[in-house]
């Protein structure tokens, strides 16, 4: 078709028929006819010869007929087949659309204030730890479905308090707002069947619902499926990071100066404009924080630690053997006595199989193992005067005398 039209240009600008051959790369006879030629080419497409699958094709259409999701290994094994398995299920994809049920997708229009869309994505090969080793840290992702501003945290896990807490952190920071809805899948810390108990106290407290997408629709929350891939394929790649925090600090920079202020294909809205009329549809943040740290009452050891995700964290030793509250929360682990005073405090460690000690702690254990270990101090000699027995003597001499 393009050499066609070629054709006819360069014999209206007044090319001889054979530098026109030269030009295109092709027959003068090729040329004579597509000039002698008012219509474009048609060119009919070759009829299909047989191959080695035609002779199965009628069984595996009739197979495909009653049962549309029937695995090509499956139909191959019932219609006999001992070709390659590569070149059946070639064709067996081909022809099975024809027996597919049609699945309608609609448009879906997201309200102002609506919903935020929750998701997470794990960047590939990791984020160091910070010891030098690259870890599967979840990153939460929240995507308002009006606006499309988006905001993210990496995580440490993705425990059911890892979550709630990374929610609460991007709501009351990020977005400083509450939506009608926070949109889930099926995360296992969200709840599977049901909505774990931490996460319907944190929907409570905050006055909002937790939807989880039905399973296998993903269109359901395809807009922060879409802000995910647009992590993988804008953000992570090239970039070279130290350590979480340092992960942390370069997302949020990248989010507020390029991906709230780009001009979103969908919405052809800029996010961080199009996001204040979302958050006016908002409802304010509850006036108190809710409860997101993990509470843990455990009696402390001789060890005088307390394990936090397979990390274990040093307590002043003078609690040993009394009931210690562990409060473990993104940034931190804080351990209060049965008073409620403070007897550890330490930066909540990344990664696993850590050893966390405060040298007051161990200079505290170090002075009560000297202590013990001095024996104790025998009372001094005291002198008592002694009672002269020999009175007893002259006393029954005088009562003789007498």
């Given amino acids: 078709m393009e050499d066609w039209a ?12 054979r530098k026109i051959a030269a030009e295109v790369g092709c027959s003068k006879k090729t040329v004579e006819r597509a000039l002698a030629s008012d219509a474009p080419p048609v060119y009919k497409k070759r009829a299909s010869s047989e191959t080695s699958f035609t002779p199965f094709e009628s069984r595996v259409r009739a197979l495909l007929e ?11 094994q019932r219609v006999g087949w001992c070709g390659s398995i590569t070149w059946f299920r070639d064709n067996v994809r081909r022809i099975r659309p024809d027996y597919q049920q049609a699945d309608p997708v609609d448009t ?45 945290r990496v ?41 774990t108990q931490p996460v319907l106290s944190f929907a409570g407290i905050l006055g909002t619902r937790i939807q989880q997408a039905p399973p296998r629709d993903p ?23 130290t350590c979480p925090a340092d992960v942390q600090r370069q997302l949020d920079e990248w989010i507020t100066e390029v991906a709230n202020q780009r001009i979103h294909a969908t919405t052809r809205k800029i996010p961080a404009v199009a996001w204040t009329v979302d958050k006016a549809h908002m409802a304010a943040l509850p ?4 409860q997101i740290d993990v509470l843990r009452q455990v009696r402390l050891p001789r060890n005088y630690y307390v394990a936090v995700d397979a990390n274990h964290y040093s307590v ?19 351990v209060r006595a049965p008073d409620g005073t403070i007897v ?51 006393l029954t001499e005088l009562e003789v005398e007498s």
């Avoid at 550890?344 to 013990?372: C, F, N, S, Y």
């Fill in 6 to 17: 070629k054709i006819r240009y360069l014999r209206r600008q007044g090319l001889s028929i």
């Fill in 66 to 76: 009653q049962s549309p999701t029937l695995p090509a290994t499956v139909i191959a």
């Fill in 108 to 152: 879906l229009i997201h309200r102002p204030g609506e919903q935020i869309q929750c998701d997470l994505t794990f960047p590939a090969g990791g984020i160091p730890d910070g010891s030098g080793q690259k870890v599967a840290f979840p990153v939460l992702v929240m995507v308002a479905s009006y606006s499309r501003f988006m905001a993210a």
């Fill in 155 to 195: 995580l440490p896990t993705r425990t059911t308090a890892d979550l709630v807490a990374g929610m609460w952190a991007l709501l009351s920071t990020s977005f400083q707002a509450v939506p009608e809805q926070l949109l889930w899948d099926r995360e296992t810390g969200i709840g599977q069947k049901a909505l």
């Fill in 219 to 241: 269109e359901t929350k395809g807009v922060v499926e879409r802000a995910n891939g647009y992590l993988k394929s804008s953000f992570f790649p090239g970039r070279d990071f």
């Fill in 287 to 290: 006036p108190y924080p809710p």
């Fill in 316 to 334: 002043d030793p003078r609690m040993i053997n009394r009931i210690v509250t562990v409060h473990a929360g993104l940034e931190q682990v804080v």
């Fill in 344 to 394: 550890a405090r330490h930066e909540r460690v990344w990664g696993t199989h850590q050893t966390i000690t405060d040298p007051m702690h161990a200079a505290t254990a170090k002075q009560m193992r000297r202590q013990l270990a001095t024996p104790p101090v025998s009372p001094q000699a005291i002198e008592v005067e002694q009672a002269d027995l020999n009175i007893y003597d002259r």
